[in-house]
């Protein structure tokens, strides 16, 4: 019923940014949140950033110094910015949204497929 695509995962050295973009699309009344998760190798996946339509954002420890999740609710869109990145910031980066049914009853999870992001030298 929804679907989300990311974009703009990629191999990028230490100390550098990437920006990851995700859209939401199909059947709902509307998307209350979004954001990110990443799971790295062997590991669980992990919150990395949210943002609610009013705007209010929530990060993990980890990155919350060096990342930036922002959106925009008219184009059903979340966007992370990504900077001074690390090696152990390596993963499958997944996008999030927390979606309102065509009914208006009812909250749901969706996920995208995931975009991976390779932080080596």
């Known amino acids: 019923q929804v679907q989300l695509v990311e974009s703009g995962g990629d191999l990028v050295q230490p100390g550098g940014s990437l920006r990851l973009s995700c859209v939401a699309s199909?059947?709902?009344?509307?998307?209350?949140?979004m954001g990110w998760y990443r799971q790295a190798p062997g590991k669980q996946r992990e919150l990395v950033a949210t943002i609610t339509s009013g705007g209010s954002t929530n990060y993990a420890d980890s990155v919350k110094e060096r990342f930036t999740v922002s959106g925009d609710n008219a184009k059903n869109m979340v966007y992370l910015q990504m900077s001074s990145l690390k090696p152990e910031d390596t993963a499958v980066y997944y996008c999030y949204a927390r979606v309102r049914d065509r009914s208006r009853l009812y909250d749901t999870d969706y996920w995208g497929k995931g975009a991976l992001v390779t932080v080596s030298s």
């Open positions: 199909g059947k709902f009344f509307i998307v209350n949140a």
